[in-house]
């Protein structure tokens, strides 16, 4: 429907301007409302074959996600994508330990051996139960536990673990039953914890009444991102070094779904071989390429075979690749300039980095990405990996830092850096830290249910909907000044406190 009145401007206008648009630098103007809020229907994909009910990624990041957060980001209906900031074999116990539960819930339990004695193994451990095996470890059968409560009445403080361990049965379940089935159990048995459990015996993981008690005060899960394993499905960074190949094949072992090529530049020779390789060497496996900006660097990387391709350079919170390097780009203008290229091929596209809020994820979407990728969006909750701390201000944060940071990089992804320039280190990435979110089982989904209320506003049902709106020229844009961003929010207040929920 072409407009019968000059009113705004359709995207391809305003994105060819010359200008490099950031989100903020835009807004959508409203279009006409025929359906409730509910009737809006975010289901996407992240790459050709990985379809996702809620257009969320957690990014590579190893200050946002290990298998906690991806657990979480697949029980809400998005996925994580573990980082690789770890060896081969840590990142693939990762995506074993995602794929080994059907509970977005991850406690650290203890073991020990049956020899082990009270005394010395667990004075000033804040722990409520031990549970014994044979390794000491979870890699072998459980043979019984010790309350807390048992070991501090106790005398005998020599006594070894394997004497007074508790071996009633039926403290197990099978480690894929949900959230439902456990908290069944734990009602009929009138237990505190049950014990997830492999087929052979193996320990997964501990689940207490407590954690389960609080999953259940969060907005109702869904059945989450299930792939044709039954399982959670999970993604996997990886570089593009001869040695990834060999990382590569851990993580295949482990059942990873999907494997994002992590780089800020990513049309390269060493991309576009690695492309090859894995589709070449895994035809089943979903890659996705980036990142890119242009729609130059996507022609080659969609050439080059990637099945979903992932926008942005120097637009995260803690990038300075843009000040370091002079290279990027805007990422509302990327966004557009990628999706209207990977579109022609079917190709989903990935929005990374630079979403503070809601507002931010209906922008990206609506501008032609398939689903956004988080960092600081997500970091700082509950599943994010690390521990909270109270900061100068008394505010409780936990730590986020670019993988292009000097800490990130010597701390493991050094290779990649050492391999050009043994000697010079640059730092494209900054170390910071992010307020206290809350679990991401509840900032994501009361998150997308703002973004259905942008969707709505817009008069788009679904993503294809919106992405068909703006490519008719329906859907119209203007550029906000400065003036109007600064209308555009909170202002001349005293004081004020922004709660969405
Ligand atoms: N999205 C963004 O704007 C940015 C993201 N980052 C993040 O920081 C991390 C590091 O990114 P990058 O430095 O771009 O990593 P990278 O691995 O793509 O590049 C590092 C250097 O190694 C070179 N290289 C890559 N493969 C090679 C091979 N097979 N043989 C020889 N040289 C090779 C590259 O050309 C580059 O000079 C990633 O997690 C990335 O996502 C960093 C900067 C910006
Ligand atoms: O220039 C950079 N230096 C870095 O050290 C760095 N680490 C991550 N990233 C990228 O930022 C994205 C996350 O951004 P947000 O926090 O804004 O969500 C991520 O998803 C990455 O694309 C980096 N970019
Ligand atoms: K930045």
Same mark, same amino acid.
């Given at each position: 429907m072409a407009a019968e009145f000059e009113d705004g401007s359709p995207a391809e206008k305003l994105f060819n301007q010359g200008y490099s648009y950031t989100y903020d630098d835009v807004i959508f103007l409203p279009h006409y409302i025929d359906f409730p809020t509910d009737a809006v229907n975010l289901s996407t994909k992240l790459s050709r074959n990985i379809p996702l009910s809620i257009p969320c990624v957690s990014s590579p990041m190893d200050t946002v996600t290990e298998s906690y957060m991806a #657990? #979480?980001? #697949?029980?809400?209906?998005g996925i994580g994508i573990i980082h690789s900031n770890a060896t081969p074999s840590e990142q693939a116990d990762m995506i074993r330990?995602?794929?080994?539960?059907r509970v977005p819930i991850l406690s650290s339990p203890v073991f020990k051996t049956p020899d082990s004695r009270i005394v010395n193994e667990f004075e000033g451990d804040d722990v409520p139960f031990v549970f014994v095996t044979q390794s000491g470890n979870e890699k072998s059968k459980l043979l019984g536990y010790v309350a807390k409560s048992d070991w501090l009445g106790l005398k005998d403080t020599e006594i070894k673990l394997g004497e007074i361990m508790r071996t009633d #049965?039926?403290?197990? @379940?099978p480690c894929h039953y949900d959230l439902g089935q456990i908290n069944g159990k734990l009602k009929?048995?009138?237990?505190?914890?049950?014990?997830?459990?492999?087929?052979?015996?193996?320990?997964?993981?501990?689940?207490?009444?407590?954690? @389960?008690?609080?999953?259940?005060?969060?907005?109702?899960?869904?059945?989450?991102?299930?792939?044709?394993?039954?399982?959670?499905?999970v993604g996997a960074a990886i570089g593009t070094r001869g040695s990834d190949k060999e990382r590569l094949e851990h993580l295949v072992k482990a059942g990873v779904d999907v494997i994002v090529l992590d780089s800020s530049?990513?049309?390269?020779?060493?991309?576009?071989e690695m492309i090859k390789y894995v589709k070449q060497t895994y035809p089943e496996l979903d890659v996705i390429g980036g990142n890119v900006v242009t729609m130059s660097q996507a022609q080659n990387l969609i050439k080059a075979g990637v099945d979903g391709l992932r926008v942005g350079m120097g637009s995260g919170s803690i990038c300075t690749t843009q000040e370091v390097c002079a290279v990027g780009r805007g990422q509302a203008t990327a966004v557009y300039k990628v999706s209207s290229i990977a579109t022609q091929s079917g190709i989903p596209v990935i929005a990374d980095g630079g979403i503070s809020f809601s507002g931010h994820i209906v922008k990206a979407l609506v501008l032609g990405a398939s689903t956004v990728m988080m960092g600081s969006f997500l970091a700082g909750s509950t599943e994010a990996p690390g521990a909270y701390e109270l900061n100068e201000k008394g505010l409780q944060v936990k730590k986020y830092r670019g993988m292009g940071s000097l800490e990130a990089m010597t701390k493991g992804s050094d290779q990649r850096y050492l391999g050009d320039t043994a000697k010079l280190k640059i730092a494209q990435g900054v170390v910071g830290a992010v307020a206290d979110k809350g679990s991401v089982l509840k900032h994501v989904p009361y998150t997308m249910q703002a973004v259905k209320q942008?969707?709505?506003?817009?008069?788009?049902?679904?993503?294809?909907?919106?992405?068909?709106?703006?490519?008719?020229?329906?859907?119209?844009?203007? @550029?906000?000044?400065?003036?109007?961003?600064v209308e555009g929010g909170v202002h001349g207040l005293a004081s004020h406190e922004k709660k969405a929920f």
């Amino acid at each position: 429907m072409a407009a019968e009145f000059e009113d705004g401007s359709p995207a391809e206008k305003l994105f060819n301007q010359g200008y490099s648009y950031t989100y903020d630098d835009v807004i959508f103007l409203p279009h006409y409302i025929d359906f409730p809020t509910d009737a809006v229907n975010l289901s996407t994909k992240l790459s050709r074959n990985i379809p996702l009910s809620i257009p969320c990624v957690s990014s590579p990041m190893d200050t946002v996600t290990e298998s906690y957060m991806a #657990a #979480a980001m #697949a029980a809400v209906g998005g996925i994580g994508i573990i980082h690789s900031n770890a060896t081969p074999s840590e990142q693939a116990d990762m995506i074993r330990s995602v794929k080994s539960r059907r509970v977005p819930i991850l406690s650290s339990p203890v073991f020990k051996t049956p020899d082990s004695r009270i005394v010395n193994e667990f004075e000033g451990d804040d722990v409520p139960f031990v549970f014994v095996t044979q390794s000491g470890n979870e890699k072998s059968k459980l043979l019984g536990y010790v309350a807390k409560s048992d070991w501090l009445g106790l005398k005998d403080t020599e006594i070894k673990l394997g004497e007074i361990m508790r071996t009633d #049965a039926n403290v197990s @379940v099978p480690c894929h039953y949900d959230l439902g089935q456990i908290n069944g159990k734990l009602k009929e048995e009138g237990r505190d914890f049950v014990v997830l459990e492999k087929e052979g015996g193996e320990v997964v993981d501990v689940v207490t009444k407590e954690e @389960v008690e609080r999953v259940k005060g969060y907005p109702k899960l869904g059945k989450g991102t299930v792939g044709s394993d039954g399982r959670w499905m999970v993604g996997a960074a990886i570089g593009t070094r001869g040695s990834d190949k060999e990382r590569l094949e851990h993580l295949v072992k482990a059942g990873v779904d999907v494997i994002v090529l992590d780089s800020s530049q990513g049309n390269s020779i060493y991309q576009i071989e690695m492309i090859k390789y894995v589709k070449q060497t895994y035809p089943e496996l979903d890659v996705i390429g980036g990142n890119v900006v242009t729609m130059s660097q996507a022609q080659n990387l969609i050439k080059a075979g990637v099945d979903g391709l992932r926008v942005g350079m120097g637009s995260g919170s803690i990038c300075t690749t843009q000040e370091v390097c002079a290279v990027g780009r805007g990422q509302a203008t990327a966004v557009y300039k990628v999706s209207s290229i990977a579109t022609q091929s079917g190709i989903p596209v990935i929005a990374d980095g630079g979403i503070s809020f809601s507002g931010h994820i209906v922008k990206a979407l609506v501008l032609g990405a398939s689903t956004v990728m988080m960092g600081s969006f997500l970091a700082g909750s509950t599943e994010a990996p690390g521990a909270y701390e109270l900061n100068e201000k008394g505010l409780q944060v936990k730590k986020y830092r670019g993988m292009g940071s000097l800490e990130a990089m010597t701390k493991g992804s050094d290779q990649r850096y050492l391999g050009d320039t043994a000697k010079l280190k640059i730092a494209q990435g900054v170390v910071g830290a992010v307020a206290d979110k809350g679990s991401v089982l509840k900032h994501v989904p009361y998150t997308m249910q703002a973004v259905k209320q942008g969707f709505q506003d817009l008069g788009a049902s679904s993503l294809r909907s919106a992405h068909d709106l703006l490519r008719s020229k329906t859907l119209r844009l203007e @550029v906000r000044t400065a003036a109007a961003q600064v209308e555009g929010g909170v202002h001349g207040l005293a004081s004020h406190e922004k709660k969405a929920f």
